[in-house]
């Protein structure tokens, strides 16, 4: 089972993805879900959130879905150019 306590992101990399969703810039993300299970997309950034004291990047893919990927289980991401 995975641990539920949330890790806080720096701030720098906070600004870094709101610099995204404010240039509307996409993003080539790779994250693992709570099944500790890799994920990789082309995501379109579009909010930041904090529920249940954590912090969530809301994004949708390539196939206009929505995506809520938790800040700390992203394991890389890079601006798609």
Not at 7 to 23: D, F, G, K, Q, T
Not at 54 to 69: F, G, H, P, R, S
């Amino acid at each position: 089972m995975m641990n539920n306590n949330y890790n806080p992101v720096s701030c720098e990399y906070h600004s870094e993805l709101e610099l995204a969703i404010m240039r509307r810039n996409l993003l080539d993300v790779t994250w693992h879900d709570d099944h500790n299970e890799c994920q990789t997309s082309i995501l379109n950034p579009t909010d930041l959130i904090t529920e249940q004291q954590a912090e969530y990047l809301l994004a949708t893919n390539v196939q206009n879905e929505d995506i809520k990927i938790r800040l700390d289980h992203i394991d890389s991401l890079s601006s798609v150019r």
